[in-house]
């Protein structure tokens, strides 16, 4: 709905086809159906478009082909994920993509956008930043694609940065953040940030963390919702918060505040697409504060950064 009110012209695509031809007749839009498994039909597929946002998780299965596909037809890649094997996908890519003139963009959504912004943010404002600390809070229930996109993430196992290389932490510890109703328990996962704040601000020491309100069993995931209802993402705002500690021992932090997580992905993936149909466009893996400025976050709308003591 939200690519369908910012005029942008577009068509839409799945595996599907019942479910592609309903969802087009509803928006009022053309579609195309393709499988992941069939490298021609992919190409078919994606003739004749300049960009695609992927959006159906989990991701780490279908993104590879669809990237490749992307780099041999020209068109750009994004999608909305967390999960960290598609930014490690897009990373490994980057030398390909260059030379057909591609973008790789993974994570135009939340958390992607807030977190790789407010890296950006923080580290301006201090010389030489050695170390970042992030935590985002889930305040409310999770979807089936984001609890599925969870457990992808879980698989790879607790990692950090150091010293600018990425390796195993299993004996990573829980940690106190502030989300501004004071200081909750957040627990250390590996998501795609471990890759962007340091693409996007060469910090060598990363280390993640979140706060998710409700432990979803792998078998619980199918009989979920498809995603909170709208009084539940007014009553739950998203928020990201982070610190960066610099050579000197100064450290800075802030959080983002905004409108929840399922609100917030459309309004910035759709902000992505119309920036990139406008020329702002750089080849090879990209994050969101490389290609559209540590300002992105917070040009959705009711979306605020705050500085901390």
Not at 196 to 217: M, R, Y
Not at 263 to 285: D, M, R, W
């Amino acid at each position: 709905m939200q690519a369908r009110d910012s005029q942008l012209a577009f068509e839409i695509a799945g595996r599907n086809a019942a479910q592609v031809a309903e969802l087009a007749e509803t928006l009022g839009v053309p579609f195309r159906v393709f499988a992941l498994d069939d490298p021609a039909a992919i190409r078919t597929g994606l003739a004749g478009m300049t960009a695609v946002l992927h959006c159906a998780g989990p991701f780490a299965s279908a993104a590879q082909p669809l990237m490749d596909a992307c780099i041999a037809c020209g068109v750009h890649y994004l999608d909305i994920t967390a999960e960290y094997n598609v930014y490690a996908l897009a990373q490994a890519r980057s030398a390909r993509a260059p030379a057909a003139g591609v973008m790789l963009l993974p994570g135009v959504g939340w958390d992607g956008v807030p977190s790789d912004c407010l890296a950006r943010y923080l580290a301006a404002k201090v010389e030489q930043p050695l170390h970042r600390n992030m935590a985002l809070q889930v305040a409310n229930s999770m979807s089936r694609g984001a609890a599925s996109s969870v457990g992808e993430i879980v698989g790879v196992g607790l990692l950090v940065r150091a010293d600018g290389a990425i390796v195993a932490k299993p004996d990573a510890t829980p940690q106190r953040f502030d989300f501004g109703a004071g200081p909750v328990d957040c627990v250390p996962l590996s998501f795609g940030d471990l890759i962007t704040a340091w693409h996007s601000t060469g910090i060598p020491n990363i280390a993640l963390f979140v706060n998710i309100k409700d432990n979803i069993l792998p078998q619980e995931v199918a009989a979920m919702a498809a995603g909170p209802s709208l009084k539940e993402r007014v009553a739950n705002r998203a928020s990201v918060v982070a610190e960066v500690t610099a050579s000197d021992g100064t450290v800075v932090r802030a959080r983002i505040d905004t409108v929840n997580g399922y609100s917030y992905t459309p309004l910035a993936a759709v902000a992505a697409l119309s920036l990139l149909v406008a020329g702002q466009v750089k080849s090879g893996f990209q994050t969101p504060a490389t290609v559209f400025g540590a300002g992105f976050a917070v040009s959705i709308a009711d979306t605020r950064i705050i500085d901390m003591a």
